[in-house]
């Protein structure tokens, strides 16, 4: 998975812990973080409820079982993701756990009006420093953060995108406060991976609860494949005859299975870069039967890689005059080239500003706290305060080049110091954060984990989205780091209809 | 004055190649006292040519071919007329400097500020500032930059071969030899630091007869503008010592030479290449104007169509030949 979700802290082990109760709960522990079954003082959230009768009446054994069945499911169905430099094994089933995190009509209700209305405000965002720039000369944002970011592609100035569109495809990483509200972590914009994830995890685990999945009223979100096509279909002005494919970089992508998943549910082709050509400007596939024309392409690449004659010369997984078919109208790229300027860890702080600016209107969901190391005055504030904050590096992602202070060594904090002295720009900090708690299954018992929150939103014509999302967990205890890459593993979520 | 314009690019390849792309930015410019009178594109192969304005306002014509080649070909013709240039001051004000503000420069000033691929600032940059006291500019904006023009001029060597055309600036403030690009960069670089907007721009020179210019004849060249606001876009020829004149003839502009390439391109295939590319630059009386070609064209009778043979299958027995 590409982005790292969580920045981190140590359990509350502040003396509150304490076990909730009796057996499967023996080694449950609420610390300060707000969890999701239970409140402050051990009873259980009503929308727990059923579960938790479910899990008292249940065999310790019965439980064992169907996680086994889970896991099962999904080796033989090849759910696997890559590690990269792990020594072992590169391909692994991502672990999945048995137990479904629940969220409320009321929250879910926000969380989508929420989201809704940061997408707006960032396709606000890309469409003006693409065009006028607006932004920049109300000195909304310092013009040197757009110019001096890597994902700025100037190339994109004055072309047009359909619907005014450019995320069409955008996965926002949630976490809950120890207050309850869910606030944004992150943004990702360019190519956000894990939607095949959250359809396998419901896949599974609707079977392992067949009786509560039916008895709470659970949202259902196997219509994401649908509505990704209809997405798609509608930023080209031939409907069902437009001619769709997946770009992926091939099969060594850690989630070139959720690429093949997702061309087998739409039905659509699934290429990579060599399968495409571009000929007199109209890009084609190459297929069994000659060229086929190709309208649009869903392309899980990154901006680098995907035009060699644009880009990266040394591209091998792109499509040479790809970019200037685009450019013509010939073919619609999704999602647009050049999203990730805004989903860059600098500019993510300057979000809520971004939707006061454009829409009049105060954020629904709340940004982390963020200190921007340009600022001087930021800078002193992390560097004295290093081993409380999460620094990360601004255009890096999954966890590479981060500092978690509280777990790091004074070594580690002075060598990390010197970086960030080095090149101030290029740092953020935020406090770390207690990601709420959701029971997990561990160890043939019910246990508190760390878990976040990744819905997926789809805009193009409208926007929409499937309710429900990709629940990260930290299968170590304590822990707050729930990238798959990083020993992660994840939950189905039920959003409840009332 | 015209000049008349021919720049051939020929590519050869030792075994077939195919699927070639290419990009041309090629087009003189049409503005200020440069206006493009004609200008046309053969490639053989014959390809159809596609053509676009990108962000600097560059023309970029771009092409391919599809089938087996093992030689590319690209012929461009121009006739441009330069009008006589509005005289330079010898120096503006030193408030000049005050003048680099949000108030007079707009966002893509303030983008040509910023670092780019070629032109930064480097150690190396640093020292070569540092020897010839370039690093605090205390006389007026154009007069420094004259300065920084002639101390670019006597620093460095004129050699070609020393640099390849993606060496960073450090290969040449090293070795203190280099070619117009990597004069340009530096310049470039150096206006940038003292917050001056500067450009890089790729074009033609057009050599006298017994001329004494650095750079040779049979090639493009490379110089630098930069942004003063109360003159607007003022040229420098680093290469040369000189302002830019009235030979100076104008293709396109960039941040640095990634962004202005004449050709560019990606094919596949397994092979050598070996470029070759001539340039002629010559002063003509007048152009051909675009009426009297239309009057000097013999009138034709249009072939007649063959209602026998469909289109289709007139195509379809022609690649039987194959």
């Known amino acids: ?498 | 004055m015209f000049y008349s314009i021919r720049h051939v690019t020929r590519f050869r390849y030792s075994a077939p190649v195919r699927e070639s792309v290419m990009e041309l930015r090629m087009q003189p410019r049409s503005e200020g006292p440069q206006a493009l009178r004609s200008f046309q594109i053969n490639t053989n192969p014959r390809a159809q040519l596609y053509a676009y304005t990108d962000h600097f306002g560059n023309a970029v014509y771009h092409f391919n071919v599809l089938r087996a080649h093992e030689e590319l070909r690209i012929e461009a013709q121009a006739v441009i007329e330069l009008s006589r240039l509005t005289p330079m001051p010898e120096a503006v004000d030193t408030l000049e400097w005050e003048r680099f503000n949000s108030y007079n420069l707009t966002d893509d000033h303030f983008d040509l500020l910023e670092p780019s691929k070629f032109s930064f600032y480097s150690p190396a940059l640093a020292r070569f500032m540092a020897e010839n006291e370039l690093e605090n500019p205390k006389r007026d904006p154009l007069t420094e930059l004259k300065v920084l023009n002639r101390t670019i001029h006597d620093a460095f060597a004129y050699e070609l071969g020393v640099t390849q055309v993606h060496s960073p600036i450090d290969h040449a403030l090293d070795e203190r030899r280099g070619v117009c690009q990597d004069f340009a960069h530096i310049m470039i670089a150096v206006a940038r630091r003292w917050g001056i907007p500067a450009r890089y721009v790729s074009g033609y020179l057009y050599h006298r007869p017994n001329n004494r210019d650095r750079s040779g004849p049979d090639a493009t060249h490379a110089w630098v503008e930069a942004y003063l606001p109360s003159l607007g876009w003022v040229g420098f020829d680093p290469t040369n010592n000189v302002l830019t004149g009235e030979r100076h003839i104008r293709a396109a502009v960039g941040r640095d030479y990634a962004d202005v390439p004449p050709t560019r391109g990606t094919l596949k295939g397994i092979a050598e290449t070996e470029l070759a590319i001539a340039v002629a630059v010559e002063p003509t009386l007048a152009p051909v104007r675009h009426e009297d070609f239309l009057r000097v064209a013999r009138p034709m009778s249009a072939p007649q169509p063959t209602p026998s043979m469909p289109e289709r299958l007139y195509h379809q027995q022609q690649q039987q030949q194959q």
């Open chain 1, 1 to 498: 998975m590409q982005h790292e979700a969580v920045a981190d802290l140590l359990e509350g082990l502040t003396g509150a812990a304490r076990p909730v109760r009796g057996a499967p709960y023996g080694n449950y522990r609420l610390g300060s973080a707000y969890d999701e079954m239970f409140d402050a003082g051990a009873a259980v959230r009503p929308h727990y409820a059923e579960l938790d009768a479910e899990l008292l009446t249940l065999a310790p054994d019965e439980l064992h079982r169907r996680q086994q069945a889970c896991e099962l499911s999904f080796l033989h169905q090849g759910i696997t993701f890559t590690v990269y430099s792990d020594k072992q094994a590169t391909e692994r089933i991502i672990p999945t756990d048995l137990l479904p995190r629940i969220v409320t009509a009321a929250e879910w209700n926000r969380i989508e009006t929420g989201l809704k209305q940061r997408i707006e405000a960032l396709n606000h965002f890309l469409r003006d420093i693409y065009g006028d720039g607006r932004v920049l000369k109300d000195g909304v944002l310092p013009r040197s953060m757009i110019y001096g970011s890597k994902h700025y592609r100037r190339e994109m100035r004055g072309v047009q995108v359909p619907h005014g569109a450019y995320v069409n495809v955008c996965g926002t990483d949630l976490v809950r406060r120890e207050d309850g509200a869910f606030v944004v972590l992150e943004d990702n914009l360019r190519v956000p991976s894990g939607v095949s994830y959250m359809l396998a995890n419901r896949d599974v685990v609707r079977r392992a609860f067949p009786d509560l999945f039916r008895a709470m009223g659970v949202r259902p979100i196997e219509h994401y494949p649908r509505e990704l096509l209809a997405a798609l279909r509608a930023l080209t002005p031939f409907q069902e005859d437009a001619s769709i494919a997946v770009l992926t970089p091939g099969v060594f992508n850690s989630a070139y299975f959720e690429h093949a998943f997702l061309a087998r549910q739409m039905g659509v082709e699934l290429v990579e870069g060599c399968d495409l050509l571009v000929n007199d400007n109209v890009v084609y596939a190459r297929t069994t039967s000659g060229l086929k024309r190709i309208d649009v392409i869903y392309r899980r690449i990154d901006d680098d890689f995907i035009d060699p004659l644009i880009f990266r010369e040394d591209s091998s997984l792109g499509v040479p005059g790809l970019f200037n078919a685009y450019r013509a109208g010939n073919v619609v790229i999704a999602n647009a080239l050049g999203t990730g300027v805004a989903d860059d860890k600098a500019v993510y702080a300057y979000v809520p500003r971004l939707i006061r600016y454009y829409l009049s209107e105060e954020p629904i969901l709340d940004n982390v706290e963020t200190f921007l190391c340009r600022e001087p005055a930021s800078l002193s504030h992390v560097l004295a305060n290093l081993d409380k904050l999460v620094v990360k590096a601004v255009g890096e992602s999954g966890g590479y080049g981060m500092l978690v202070g509280p777990h790091a060594t004074k070594a580690e904090c002075e060598a990390f110091a010197e970086k960030v002295k080095a090149d101030p720009e290029n740092y953020i900090a935020q406090p770390t954060i207690q990601l709420s708690t959701a029971p997990t299954f561990v160890d043939g018992g019910v246990e508190a984990r760390h878990v976040d929150l990744r819905p997926f939103i789809l805009n193009g014509e409208k926007t929409v989205i499937v309710p429900g999302a990709l629940t990260r967990v930290a299968l170590k205890r304590g822990s707050l780091v729930v990238n798959s890459s990083q020993g992660g593993g994840s939950k189905d979520t039920w959003v409840l209809s009332s």
